[in-house]
């Protein structure tokens, strides 16, 4: 079982994959699964391709993501791609379906997307009903929207991987993967995400307009993309988990680039326009992201480039900037600068 | 992605550097025209308008403006401050209120603030705008130096005085200071070159100025340091002439050059022994017309006659064939002359018997170096009453040409006329009728530099029966011919003469153009040749000088090249840093520093050859970048390794690939570098390859040479 041989990978259940034995080619595998996820996403999803490469540098990492967007700018083309994309065996028994969506609104309940205990005449027994979050990628629309005991309970679910009905604790999927968003303007009767809360996301993404060519194509194709739909499920539920794992071994992370990640939370922390730093935990979150981003890379080490691209996401939702001040953009990048020339000469020593 | 603030950081230091240069230039241009409060706002203006264009107004408001409402905007700022300054000169309030002297700082500050940076805003708006703005910046930097030390020129070796007095007081010759000045305008040139945006046509500029500076040097080398040629209007000067009997130039129309340089000097003087002249001035004989040819006096080509000059410059020693009687009223000095500027002749102070020639101290600084033995009168004017004129040992035929005079009845009749007003003692007193004609010369006579009578036949009698207004030429030759129509034997002396109180108690005396001279000289029985110099008592010039103290002792210091003097030196140098020893180390040291350059280099670009293989991927990779910052291509400061792989490889395509290996090496697990080292040599190989299909030779070649590319990489 612990052969590592490709072909049966597919039928590795997710605990035998953790135990896999990674051999020189097993990188390979990796990146192979996380080029086909790529690809298949991008099928559906046109002109984000940054986007989705941050869905799945997070998907990888077990982290989640907050999109921040406009209505109707692909969102839940994204989500739903993303969990298409993923092949679940389809048992009948098996309460984990590939996708979900959850629109939040001001009256949702907890039990409405953990599920509820559910009396059942026949067998007289009482049954667990689960609720939207026993998917693989849940879609969280709109979570500023809701209740801040409904968003705690989805947090506590997204920190935790379980939800807690009635005493009893129902564990969620390993691949449990929340895509949350929140509209940036309409905030008129919405309950925002307070800091701490922000935390469980490990990316924050801002998302534009797509560009005039991609939004064309969206126009001109949108009819075959969804017929597209129900075919090319090539990625199992155990290849992203074996990927997961695979990653994790292989892709070194040295010294100098966690001393990098260091110094640069704590050129933040003393920078006077920053009110609050980012804690230890987020750069412990960002270690998986790297390790990802650099695999997606086909490259076996963490390198400058990932810290770059992953740095402004991981952060932008996570350090409180001193009032009056706006450009967190331009005061990551300066901050940034120092470690990074320090990183680059630390190669050469 | 960067953003402004670093695109303005980076800008600062170029800018900062051009503003001071240009800023200096100001300063150093309205030092000799204003006082210190018109050379800081000079200064301050340009810098302030450097900025603001530079930094600024770049993008906004200024991009807006046309050049030319730009250079009128200039022009009005300048009128106003012209305009501003004068209002506060020529009304009373503030002179009332605060103090007449605020009042006038205060107008200079506003006078030169709005001319600095009205010419600076034109100047950095050309420069920007236009191709051939940056050449006038340049040459305005360029005419600030020359301008500076312009005072420098005509052999003042001691201007302008901030420099001089700083190098004389330290004992140091002022010409090096000069150099290093020289060199300083060549740097600031260089370094405004530097700053220009458009590099492409740096090496253009570069090898321009360049070859200026290599052209002076080889001109200096091989013709030595520019002398002044024509600095007097009495034909003294020039290149020596064996036959001095030639026929000259007439001597009158010598006075039509225009001369700027009166004050440039010809020789200096070095007395040997004491001396005070009785009548207020030095004279120096060098040459005398005697001999009338038809039109005027000329030198003489007869045997025997003016026996007493020495008509040419000696190898060793030459004596005069006949010396001055009386010995016992004469006084024998020894000075040393040299020559500054070639002269037609030797002189010596009054009257010469004999020069003996002698080392050139300084073959640069002087053209001729000599000592003159002289028999210098120590006689009062009364000692020359009842003495009788003319020499018992002349032949016939001198005597009658020193008594010649042109063919004109009225020098007889104004003689006469003259001499009737003597009293009845000295009626036969040769010496007493010379006085009386100097005399009237001397009140009637106006001194002028104006020649009227350059062209008249006889310009002598044109000026003693016309206006009477003429220079010492006109003076002489009128006495002259006046002494002669009265029987007295007579000559014109020319050479020069120097007031008494130029040697200001030193024993140098420093000779200029302005002192050229010529004089009437009558020969009295038993004594010699007596000079009678008339002196006008009316001018319409100023012939005075200002002293040059400071570059006659100097210059005679120089000359005199006494052991005392190098003592003196000695001294100062000692309680001084040595100069020469400073330059010495300066020099060594940037050898050395080159030389370990060059060995750093080298090192750096062998040393994957033999490093161990753990160090390898390391070595390796610096090497290559080191031959990428010889071209020009670094990484900035904060730019990460693979992002410069990227933008090195629009040149380089391959450094990508090396990038990845040698980070994987760096960040990821060192056991894999075994996977790159058989591929370190074809690496080498193709980016070798590569810069020398993707640059050109001169990019290389100034690569191969700079000493410390390797400081840029990083």
Redesign the interface.
Known sequence: MNSGNTDKVTELTSTDTNGAKPNTDSLEVATKTLKELNDIVKQQVLGRDDVIELAIIALIADGHILLEDFPGSGKTTLAKAMGEAIETRQSTDEPIVPFRRIQFTPDLLPSDITGVPVFDSNSNAVHFHHGPLFAHVVLADEINRTSPKVQSAMLEAMGEKQVTVDNTTYLLDDLFFVIATQNPLDLIGTYPLPTPQLDRFLFKITMDHIDRASELEVLDSYKERRQLTNQHKTVTRSDVLMARSIIDKNV?I?A??KATLVDISRNLRKDDRVLQGNSTRSMVLLLPALQVSAALRQ???????DI?LLIPHVLNHRIELAPGVSDIK?IL?EN???P??K??????? | ?I?RNEVSISKLLPTSLRAAIIACSFWVLSLPMTVVSGSVAAFCGSLLICYTIDLRLDREFFSKLRTLSIIGLSICLWATGLLLSNFFVNTEIISFSASPLIAFNLSEAIKWLALSSSLTLILRTLAQRTSYGATIEIIFVAAAFVITLAAHRNGMIHRPFLIGDFAIIRGIDPSSILMVLGCAAVISLSALLMVEKNHKRLPYHFSILGILCLSLFVYVNFFGIPTPQSTDTMGLTGEASDNTNSQRDNPFRDGENENSDREAPVAVVVFRDDYEPINGSYYFRESAYSQFNGTMLDYSNIDGMDADLIKKFTIDRTEAEQNPLAEDQHKAIKTTVGMLVPHRNPFGLESPIAYENIANPNNVRFKRTYDAYSLAPQYSFEYLLEREVGNEEWSEEILTEYLRLPDDDRYRSLADELIGNLKPEFTNDPFAKTWAIKAYLDENGIYSLKNEHAYESDPAASFLFGDLTGYCMHFSFAATYLFRSLGIPSRVGIGYSVPAANRAGGSALLVQAIHGHAWPEVYFKDIGWVIIDPAPQQTLVDMTTDPQDSLQQLLGDMLRNDSSFQDFLESQRTSFIQFGTILNIIYALVITLILIGYVVKTYRLLIPNFSLANERY?VS??AI?DRLACIGIR?R????????ASRASKTVPSIIELT?S???C????IS?WKNYETNWQEFERRIQQEITSNTNIWHRVVGLINPFSWLL??
Not at chain 2, 639 to 644: D, I, L, N, Q
Not at chain 2, 666 to 669: E, H, K
């Open positions: 070194e040295s100098q680039i490259r076996e080490y963490v390198s400058t480039e770059e331009k990048q940034m600068q120092e990074i020339e990183l680059a000469k630390s190669t050469l020593k | 992605m953003s390391r990779y610096r970048l990484r400061f904060g730019e990460s390794r693979e992002k410069f990845d040698h980070l994987s760096a960040l990821g697990n894999k990489t990083k």
